[in-house]
């Protein structure tokens, strides 16, 4: 019988054949699926993240470790939903209005479902009442905002100023992209930062964590 | 001195009598100061610039050229299928990125059947009357003049799309090779279409951005074993003909400057400094091998606080000039944040502090 931890080292290389193999035989020794998803693959890409952030992997290798949970994942979503088990966090990400790129929202929703958090992602140019609209209707305990722009950095501040209006209690926002800094989301009053996609999840994490 | 002189002299890091000078604006940048008091358009600001360098032609080799098939559009963007088989999303008369939303090569066996030879046939895009009227142009103002076009990394993203490119690197690696020497085989041979003009410009300006705020997008062992060989034929192509070679990426690229400096890389431009990139650490390690233009951070410009730009122009510049090889550019575009009299200011100061 494979181990858990065999998986987590499949994940980890981006090896999509050896995570589905791996996957079904664990399944099929009788491990549970939330335990395959969060002993599993869970760790598998919390490795990946860790070594994104030293540098000791890049995008591509980010990419194919993602692939290779996202296969083991279209294995287990039946089991999990007709349990009725689902990630403990939901997230909504963007890219704010004004701005269309997609690269850095496409991986931080990546590395977060990688996380076992739920991401609904909203695309680009998303306007502040969209993001509030889902973050009601989702009863999001994150909203990502994502710019790469300069031209568009108003657009994230009035973004985060709608979504505090709204008085939302159990929902924490981060904010991320190639011109944002710290000092920016203090600003703009965002409860979090992050620079890259691997910072993402420890950000998200604590600001989840804040919540309880 | 002319600008040519100057930039040819920052190559060889000899003494100049100020170090050259260009800009970049976004579009929204110049219709903000065109209300403030600018006449007509970037061009003028350059002019007040005293600006040093002409590019004479563009080369990004689309793979279908001509086609733009409109598919959908709102108020504010229209999505279309452009020259490279892509469906992107663009704004309706505002700058800005665009959305991928979709890509027409997304395997191996596309790219052999349709698009490797709809790439090698295509005829040259490239406006070579138009090079040879700008060169002249150019010559008469005593300007550097450079050919510009895209490297093969940023037509892979162009042609593939970030995720299928960035993957196939690692499962394909040898599609990835075979994609960047077909897009650099075609960008030579326009060029060189110019050239055979009888223009005869004084360098390169190649365009791939190759990396974002954290890091290369792959890692530089990637880099040198699928992009760098290509770089490297481009910057052999520049040299082999008298010219020098300009390197534009955004991005933190500290990991793999001694790479560009193999490849035959003579300068680097913008150097973002929100990427983390400062050139009063780069300049004293490499300022030797690579000549450095930009660096001055958009950010603090888009401030307005005039103490606060000073010192950003007052420290790179020393730091730059202590080399011979720096010129004057904002780290990407100036943006609309910034007033007509900062950026006029920012002029005064780069006169002020630019001198040698």
């Keep these: ?212 | 001195m002319t600008g040519c002189e100057r930039v040819n002299r920052m190559f060889a890091r000899q003494d100049q009598d100020r170090i050259p000078r260009q800009d970049t604006f976004w579009p929204e940048t110049i219709t903000r100061w065109q209300r403030e008091g600018l006449q007509w358009d970037h061009h003028d600001a350059l002019r007040l610039l005293e600006a040093d360098f002409a590019g004479l032609c563009w080369s990004w080799p689309p793979v279908f050229p001509g086609q733009r098939e409109l598919l959908r559009e709102d108020a504010e963007t229209e999505t279309v299928r452009d020259a490279w088989g892509g469906i992107v999303r663009t704004w309706k008369g505002r700058s800005g990125t665009p959305e991928h939303v979709g890509f027409g090569c997304d395997s191996r066996a596309i790219w052999e059947k349709t698009y490797r030879p709809a790439m090698l046939a295509a005829p040259n895009q490239v406006d070579v009357q138009m090079a040879a009227v700008r060169y002249a142009d150019a010559r008469k103002l005593g300007q550097w003049t450079h050919l510009s076009g895209v490297e093969g990394f940023e037509a892979l993203r162009k042609i593939l799309g970030d995720e299928t490119c960035l993957m196939a690197m690692v499962d394909d690696p040898e599609w990835i090779r075979d994609v960047v020497a077909v897009h650099t085989e075609v960008v030579l041979r326009s060029w060189q279409s110019v050239l055979d003009q009888g223009v005869k410009p004084d360098g390169l300006w190649i365009y791939g951005d190759m990396a974002f705020n954290h890091a290369t997008m792959c890692s530089p062992a990637m880099y040198r074993e699928l992009v760098w060989p290509f770089h490297k034929q481009m910057a052999d192509w520049a040299h082999e003909r008298g010219m020098k070679v300009i390197y534009h990426t955004d991005g933190r690229v500290s990991g793999v400057l001694d790479l560009y400096i193999q490849a035959g890389f003579d300068c680097l431009q913008p150097i973002e400094a929100k990427a983390g990139m400062d050139i009063r650490q780069f300049a004293p390690t490499h300022g030797d091998r690579l000549a450095m233009i930009g660096n001055i951070d958009v950010m603090k410009m888009a401030t307005n606080d005039l103490g606060l730009i000073e010192e950003e122009i007052r420290t790179k510049f020393a730091a730059g000039m202590a080399t011979r090889g720096y010129a004057y550019h904002s780290d990407h575009s100036v943006p609309p944040q910034v007033s007509w009299d900062t950026y006029k200011a920012i002029i005064g100061m780069v006169e002020r502090y630019g001198y040698y």
């Design chain 1, 1 to 212: 019988m494979p181990l858990l931890t065999d998986l987590t080292a499949a994940v980890a290389a981006g090896k999509r054949t050896d995570t589905v193999r791996l996957t079904q035989e664990l399944l099929a020794a009788g491990t549970g699926p939330q335990a395959i998803v969060e002993q599993g693959l869970v760790p598998g890409m919390a490795i990946v993240g860790d070594q994104f952030k030293r540098n000791e992997i890049f995008v591509p290798e980010m990419l194919v470790a993602a692939r290779a949970m996202k296969e083991a994942l279209k294995l287990l979503e039946p089991m999990l939903a007709s349990a009725g088990i689902k990630p403990k966090y939901t997230a909504i990400i963007g890219t704010v209005q004004g701005d269309l790129h997609d690269i850095g929202k496409n991986l931080i929703s990546m590395m977060w479902r990688g996380a076992n958090f739920a991401v609904i992602d909203l695309g680009t140019n998303v306007p502040p009442e969209k993001y509030l609209a889902a973050a009601q209707e989702h009863k999001a305990h994150l909203v990502g905002l994502s710019a790469l722009l300069t031209t568009t950095m108003p657009a994230m501040k009035e973004t985060v100023r709608a979504l505090k209006a709204a008085g939302l209690p159990n929902t924490r926002i981060m904010i991320g992209g190639a011109p944002i800094t710290q000092a920016f989301a203090t600003d703009i009053g965002a409860d979090g930062y992050a620079a890259d996609a691997g910072t993402a999840v420890d950000v998200a994490k604590q600001l989840v964590a804040s919540l309880a």
